[in-house]
């Protein structure tokens, strides 16, 4: 637009010239005119006498001047106003004007000739701005002559855009290729982040899960550290119980003892009631031999012995029921025997019973003693393993907030990369955009 | 179960308290007691009749036990019932003769019944008895296995030995009881040739 600017301004000025050129045709008119005028005021000043020549001078000098005025009219002024209607198109910009040549030699065909060549000049200027505003910056401007300013600047500035043009084109496409890179570049990063993100987040989900077993471990611990510990009590006052079992054990297989010492004295008694019974049977017997001898007596007495018949008789009854009464107690006294001795294999069978109630009762107690070892270490263990999974929770808490702030930065991460993609697009999109517009020239 | 596997321990203080104060009490035989044993006595004198057999009527014997049977022997010719307590065997006397003992510094021989009789004998036992028989030239002991007592048998009430009763037995029997008492005749035994033993050893 600037190079058209500029046409029209130097076609302006180029008809200002013309113009100039006009004026001083007009000016030259005007001196003739004045030259004519002079007499006239001669005339004036010898007024009275030259009225009227000067009227019928003037006259004559306005016919004279009104036939010459309608020669130069029809023979320069219309040609020069064809060549100001066309200064005035070339002025508007419009090189599309028709200069038809007279072929005159005089100033008006030099100044049709010369509107002529600028015209040209001016249309192959405008031409080869065209090309050069259509991107052809191939074309080859030549000056008309040494002093074209205009040929010679289109000139230089073709060649200084093409240069640039050349450089711009070169500058885009280590652009294009940059963008490209910083594009791939970006996308892997993006790729990238994204998924880290994904890991980062299963890490976090498994992280989460953990601390979740964690708690629930520590949890555990805790129940089985508190159960392990009722458990040692309770082991512990079975060794006590089993303890006092045997305690009282060895004082019933004591008295056990007792009782089958008491049970023999008895039967010993019994032994002492069966020789006081013997010695009654022995003696019963001898009463009933001392009743018959007595009998025998009394039957050699003859009559006089009557009474003392039945008195030896009644003698030998009494000592026949002491007899029965003995075997009475001699039965009785082995019913007793049979009876202690039942006892005495009962109290046997019992402090058997005992005795192996005893072991059974030292073995409990051993067995309750390793248990109450074991389940000792078992609380000591389940203490430990209580504090460990505590200390466990600790550490997965601080790993949490540590996986929620890589978590964050991740998440950062990806929407920097994002950024910087979309950012690498628009760039790329720019490069682009620079190359269609790079394209456009031909260098 | 409580009841079963818990020992009533009062009860059987209880009953052991019972035991002692029966233990502890003298027999002092109630009213019940006393008339019981009254009326047994009484029933015992009225089975007897009232009428005082007379020595015609009545056979004084002591009866004694060899080997299952009862047999009875006429106390007039019984000196005495003595219980064995130690014999000293003789040597070269018949197998029925047992041997000898002291009663109250009286030597008397003893004769073993049964084998007299070809009973079926037993081992000495300890409480084997000895009746010492007498007549005017003899006496000797005879060895039972245990004596009854005295009693008075109706003259009546004997019979003539049964044909049941053979051989030695039969030869030595009085009479039979209804009772089936064995009454030996004392006087055949003590007179029995067999008793008087003269044995030349190595003779």
């Known amino acids: 637009m600037a190079l058209i600017n500029i046409f029209s301004y130097l076609q302006m000025t180029k008809m200002g010239n013309e113009i100039a050129t006009l004026e001083e045709q007009i000016a030259l008119h005007q001196e003739i005119d004045g030259l004519i005028s002079d007499p006239i005021l001669q005339i004036e000043r010898n007024r009275q006498s030259t009225i009227l020549w000067t009227t019928i001078l003037t006259i004559v000098g ?131 982040a994204t998924q880290t993100a994904a890991a980062v987040s299963q890490t976090t989900t498994t992280v989460t899960q953990v601390r979740q077993t964690a708690q629930i471990s520590s949890e555990k611990a805790d129940m089985v550290s508190q159960s392990s510990r009722q458990t040692a009590e309770i082991s512990q006052s079975g060794e006590t119980a089993t303890k006092d079992t045997i305690a009282k054990m060895q004082q019933i297989n004591e008295q056990m003892k007792l009782v089958a010492e008491s049970i023999v004295v008895f039967s010993e008694k019994s032994q002492t009631i069966g020789e006081i019974i013997a010695t009654v049977n022995d003696l019963a017997d001898q009463s009933n031999l001392l009743a018959v001898n007595a009998s025998i007596e009394a039957a050699l007495a003859g009559e006089q012995g009557k009474g003392f018949a039945v008195v030896a008789q009644e003698i030998r009854g009494l000592a026949e029921q002491s007899k029965q009464a003995t075997t009475q107690v001699r039965t009785i006294l082995r019913d007793i025997q049979e009876a202690t001795r039942a006892a005495i294999i009962t109290t046997e069978q019992g402090s058997k019973a005992v005795v192996s109630g005893l072991e059974q009762s030292a073995n409990a107690g051993e067995a309750i003693r390793h248990l109450t070892e074991s389940v000792t270490k078992g609380v000591q263990a389940a203490t430990q393993i209580a504090a460990s999974s505590r200390e466990q929770l600790v550490g997965v808490d601080q790993m949490v907030k540590a996986m929620e702030s890589i978590k964050l930065a991740t998440a950062q991460n990806v929407d920097s990369s994002k950024q910087l993609e979309s950012a690498a697009k628009n760039l790329e999109a720019l490069g682009q955009k620079l190359k269609q517009l790079a394209d456009r020239y031909q260098v | 179960m409580e009841d079963e596997t818990t020992i009533d321990w009062e009860q059987i203080h209880r009953r052991l308290k019972a035991v002692e104060t029966a233990i502890g009490r003298e027999f002092i035989p109630t009213e019940q007691n006393k008339k019981e044993i009254l009326r047994t006595r009484a029933e015992q004198l009225a089975r007897e009749d009232g009428r005082e057999p007379t020595a015609e009527e009545t056979l004084e014997v002591i009866e004694f036990c060899l080997a299952t049977e009862t047999y009875a022997l006429e106390m007039a010719y019984v000196q005495e019932v003595y219980s064995l307590k130690e014999i000293t065997p003789l040597p070269c006397v018949p197998s029925f003769v047992k041997g000898i003992v002291n009663v109250r510094g009286q030597i008397f021989s003893v004769i073993d019944l049964k084998e007299f009789f070809a009973l079926p004998t037993e081992e000495l036992a300890a409480l084997n008895k000895v009746i010492i028989m007498h007549t005017d030239d003899m006496e000797f002991g005879i060895l039972v296995d245990n004596i009854i007592g005295g009693r008075s048998v109706p003259r009546k009430a004997i019979q003539p030995a049964p044909s049941t009763l053979t051989g030695v037995q039969g030869k030595y029997a009085k009479g039979v009881t209804s009772e089936r008492l064995i009454i030996l005749d004392a006087a055949k035994i003590l007179t029995d040739r067999r008793m008087i033993v003269n044995e030349n050893v190595g003779g």
């Open chain 1, 62 to 192: 306005v016919v004279v001047g009104l036939i010459a005025t309608v020669a130069i009219t029809r023979h320069i002024t219309h040609p020069l106003r064809a060549i100001v209607d066309i200064a005035k198109q070339v002025a508007n910009g419009d090189l599309n004007v028709d200069i038809a040549s007279t072929h005159r030699g005089d100033e008006v065909g030099m100044l049709e000739n010369a509107f002529e060549n600028l015209v040209i000049g001016l249309t192959e200027i405008t031409m080869a701005a065209n090309q050069i505003s259509a991107g052809d910056l191939t074309i080859k401007v030549e000056p008309r002559s040494e002093r074209d300013v205009l040929g010679h600047a289109l000139t230089s500035m073709v060649t200084t855009l093409r240069e640039q043009t050349q450089e711009m084109v070169d500058g885009v496409n280590i652009l294009t290729a940059s963008v490209g890179g910083i594009m791939a570049a970006t996308s892997e990063l993006t790729a990238g």
